[in-house]
């Protein structure tokens, strides 16, 4: 498996902008697909955007389109997170996850087989 490292969370007004990374060791970077994910208290853990294993296609939840941006560096072995325009609600602890199961684009947690430890992102109105 591979071993995931996110950081870049903190504290941001409504509106503003913060970069997410996710560093990663162990095996073949350019071998998964990768993935955010996000969960707030008390809610379940949700997709936020996923990105074919050499960049080729991203998605995105609705939710987040048009504002957050992910990408990757497979020379470097990381990925991003790009938010702007945050609200509120996209307060959560943010993971990064490498896809080890089900078919490419899949948004399922189940079949996301490596974890980062999580950063938080509070976003304050």
């Known amino acids: 498996q591979v071993q995931l490292v996110e950081s870049g969370g903190g504290l941001v007004q409504a509106g503003g902008s913060l970069r997410l990374s996710c560093a990663a060791s162990?095996?073949?970077?350019?071998?998964?697909?990768m993935g955010w994910f996000r969960q707030a208290p008390g809610k379940e853990r949700e997709f936020v955007a996923t990105i074919h294993r050499y960049g080729y296609w991203t998605y995105y939840a609705d939710s987040v389109k048009g504002r957050f941006t992910i990408a990757r560096n497979n020379a470097k072995n990381t990925v991003s997170l790009q938010m702007n325009s945050l609200k509120p609600e996209d307060t959560a602890v943010y993971y990064c996850a490498a896809l080890t199961g089900g078919s490419y684009g899949s948004t399922s947690s189940a079949d996301f087989g490596s974890w980062g430890q999580g950063t938080q992102v509070t976003v304050s109105s």
């Open positions: 162990g095996r073949t970077f350019s071998n998964y697909a």
